[in-house]
């Protein structure tokens, strides 16, 4: 057996041993000590109404790099136009209109899309408008991007639970998807399906954003498989998560099935290597 055999049997391995942490360590966010790259912090929203003014206000005020990208799906309690109207008050909010409701992961896809093409953004949130990510963990999050690729806000840090008001079910459901999610995959992450997240432009560039398959939890767990594939360093950092408490969740039977089959697909394109070309 040649070297190079043996180093593609010795990838295999750790591949389906599940060991694909990752561990590529990129230099700083803004070498040279320049902090002036601006956050673009990416808020999907379908009926919202009650929460966007009060959500948006909380984030403007967290840091001066960050504007506000509502992405909204034609919501019928006319979230759309309340964001047209925070969008006229200033330039830091800007609003993103799409027909009809087709799912949070392609509400992202096109809010990268936007932000991948205005190159002042040098870093790209996802969070909810609904009140369960709290805006007073952002600025945690853009310390912590200043030595990692990919950042996770995790509600199961090191196996502790840090959710608030969810009734029972909703957390077991969450906290054994993650289990399913890590054992599946074999990514080492906390909270696989957690939705508040801070991605380098250098890894939204990177990962094909034209493959991505999944739309609701399983958006969440295959960005993160994407990230690590492709060698990528992913730092967590514990958060406290709220129910909403105004509003209602979009959560289905369909997201729940959807993430159970792309577990197996995103290992299976693991395996294969896809995901790291
Ligand atoms: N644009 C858009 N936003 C969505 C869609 N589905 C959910 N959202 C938003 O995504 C975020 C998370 O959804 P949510 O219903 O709170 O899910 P949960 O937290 O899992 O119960 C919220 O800001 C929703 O308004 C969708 O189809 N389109
Ligand atoms: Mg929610």
Redo the contacts with the bound molecule.
Sequence with gaps: MNAETVAAFATMARRISGEQRAVKRNGPLFPGGQEDGRALVI??????RTNLERLVSQVLQQSDRIDVLV???NSPDGTGQLADRLSAGTPRVQVLH?PG????GK?YLAGFAWGLARPQYDCFFEM???F?HEPAHLPAFLEAIRSADLVLGSRYDQGKVTVVNWPITRLLLSYGANIYARWVTGVRLDDATG?FKCFRRSVLAAIDLADVRSNGYAFQIEMSVRASAKGFSIAQIPIVFTD?TEG????SGHIVREAIFMCWRLRWWTLTGRLAR
């Excluded at 409701?101 to 949070?104: R, S």
């Design positions: 808020v999907p929203t379908y009926n919202e992405v909204d799906d799409r409701k087709a799912g949070l509400a909810d408008a609904d369960s939705g909403r209602q969740s979009k959560m």
